[in-house]
Every structure is written in structure tokens, then in C-alpha cells.
């Protein structure tokens, strides 16, 4: 049995809105039952039947302006294994970007780094390139980049405590630095973070980044062996990132998800994240506003 549930970036869902959805689902053979509200205005769920789960997607997301749009099984909605990436997902900011700001380039790299996201180029040739051009940076710009540019996406903290407190498991899982990803998994509340070593000498960066790189298949291999071991099905796990070097894991989790994401990682997800905040995965895994943990 499905559901879709739909959610309001501010309030403004309402009997209109609803109607158009049931339209659009009764337009694909589908007969949608009756609405429970997670939060009135805000976040509802919409019991889709046994319709094919891509035709209730490809009538349902996009259709409400401002509303996203989550269709997945009714059961086992509230997942036991959470992996996420960093940049631009759980942070505001892509922080390779914003350190080579330091270093007077950020428009070169921030070029490379859209394109790398978007599936253009070979992630660690990218990634090499990028770190090459910061060699003999200072080592205290790092400290200086993370207190004024990293800043927490909005629902990171509350998603992530709210799993946590309800027996989850969560991982970030960054190409990015350990540097950053150490501290943005602290303050956020995460079990575990995985990323890339930048390497230092002499209190300046080489401009290399220690082996093996975090990629693509790291974060995918990571989300399997966490899973593995906690005895968990796939079906009980959440994927989430935005660029192209997530599209594998987003593709092997039960919910995988596409946050305020790159084209080709929207076409590949199985829900995307357009308007909201990251407290959407917590409406679409059931969760009311009453039982989220709070920062």
C-alpha cells in the first residue's frame, strides 16, 4: 500500500490542494483514501492504493507549487539506517568552495565543483584538481573558513536527533574534508562521519588529499556494511545528498532522496526534496512535529 505524503514548505496546504492531488491521482487509475494530517496545513498523508509506485510519482511531484511530494510503501516508513553526504545537504555551503575563497580562487573551483555535482566530470580527477590549486594555503584558514562559512542546513540537527532518539543509526558520508565533516557531524548529532583527509605540512596544505578517496562507491560500500551490520534490510534505510557522487547510494537505499539536488541525481532518486527544509524526511517517515528532538 502506498502513501504520499505531501509537504508544505510554509503552511498553505489545504482542501484545494488536496483536491488537485486526488485528481491527479485519480487520473492514473488510482483511488486515493482519506487524508490523515501530520500537522494541519503543513505535512499530510494521501493513501495511494495499489497503484505502480513511478506512475503516482510522475503525477504528483511538481504538481503543487511549494509542495513537495513523497510517494512510498506505507509500511516500514520510518527507517533504522540514515546515510547522508555534507556539503550542501546537511550544510549550507560547499566547503571546498569556500576555502579556496581564502585563497583568492573561488571562481575557478566553485566551476569545477558545480560541474563534478552535476556529473560532468570524474569525481576524484575533480577533486585532485581542485585541492592542487590549494596547495600552500595557510592550515589556519580551515579553522577560519569553518567559523564564519559552515552553517547548518535548517532541520539537520532535528532530523537527525529525532532518528536517533527513536533508535536509528545515522552516518555522514562527505567527499569532502575531515576537517569540516568531524565537526559538522559533532554538532549535529551524528553516530559516525566518513570524508576525505586533507593533507597538511609545515602548517600549510599540500595540495593533496590522502588515499583512498571517499567517492561515489565509498558512499554506496557504506551504506551496504552499515546495514549488513546492523541486520537491516534495505528497505529500512534513507539515503540523502544532492550531487551526482550520491546517485549510487540514493539508488540503493529503501528511501533514497534527492535534497535541493543537481538534475541528474533528481532523475535517478526515488523522491526529491525541492522546497523544503530537511525536516521533510521527518514528515515522510511519519514523524509529528510534537515527537521531533529539538537543537
Not at 560500500?221 to 534490510?233: D, H, I, N, V
Amino acid at each position: 500500500m502506498l502513501i504520499a505524503t505531501l509537504i508544505a514548505s510554509e503552511p498553505g496546504l489545504g482542501a484545494r490542494e488536496i483536491a488537485t492531488a486526488r485528481d491527479a491521482v485519480a487520473g492514473v487509475g488510482g483511488v486515493a483514501g482519506e487524508l490523515v494530517w501530520l500537522e494541519q496545513g503543513v505535512a499530510a498523508d494521501l493513501p495511494l492504493g495499489r497503484i505502480d509506485a513511478v506512475a503516482g510519482r510522475a503525477a504528483l511531484e511538481g504538481l503543487l507549487p511549494g509542495i513537495d511530494v513523497i510517494v512510498q510503501p506505507a509500511a516500514g516508513r520510518a527507517k533504522r539506517l540514515l546515510v547522508a553526504d555534507m556539503d550542501s545537504t546537511m550544510i549550507t555551503i560547499e566547503c571546498i568552495d569556500e576555502l579556496a575563497d581564502y585563497a583568492g580562487i573561488k571562481a575557478e573551483i566553485a566551476e569545477v565543483t558545480e560541474r563534478a555535482m552535476r556529473g560532468e566530470l570524474d569525481f576524484e580527477s575533480a577533486l585532485d584538481a581542485r585541492v592542487a590549486l590549494l596547495a600552500g594555503l595557510g592550515a589556519d584558514m580551515i579553522d577560519r573558513c569553518h567559523e564564519e562559512r559552515v552553517r547548518l542546513m535548517p532541520g539537520a540537527q532535528a532530523l537527525i536527533r529525532t532518528m536517533r532518539a527513536n533508535g536509528a543509526r545515522c552516518v555522514l558520508v562527505s567527499g569532502g574534508f575531515t576537517v569540516f565533516a568531524d565537526r559538522v557531524a559533532t554538532a549535529i548529532g551524528f553516530d559516525r562521519a566518513l570524508s576525505n583527509v586533507l593533507e597538511v605540512a609545515d602548517g600549510k596544505l599540500v595540495g593533496r588529499v590522502s588515499r583512498p578517496i571517499v567517492d561515489a562507491d565509498t558512499k554506496r560500500r557504506t551504506l551496504l556494511a552499515e546495514a549488513e551490520a546492523l541486520g537491516l534490510g534495505m528497505s529500512e534505510t534513507l539515503a540523502v545528498g544532492d550531487g551526482a557522487n550520491d546517485i549510487p547510494m540514493i539508488q540503493a537505499a529503501g528511501l533514497g532522496v534527492a535534497y535541493h539536488a543537481k538534475p541528474k541525481t533528481q532523475a535517478a532518486a526515488g523522491a526529491r526534496i525541492e522546497y523544503g527544509d530537511l525536516t521533510a524526511l521527518l514528515w515522510a517517515q511519519g514523524y509529528r512535529r510534537e515527537s521531533w528532538i529539538a537543537a
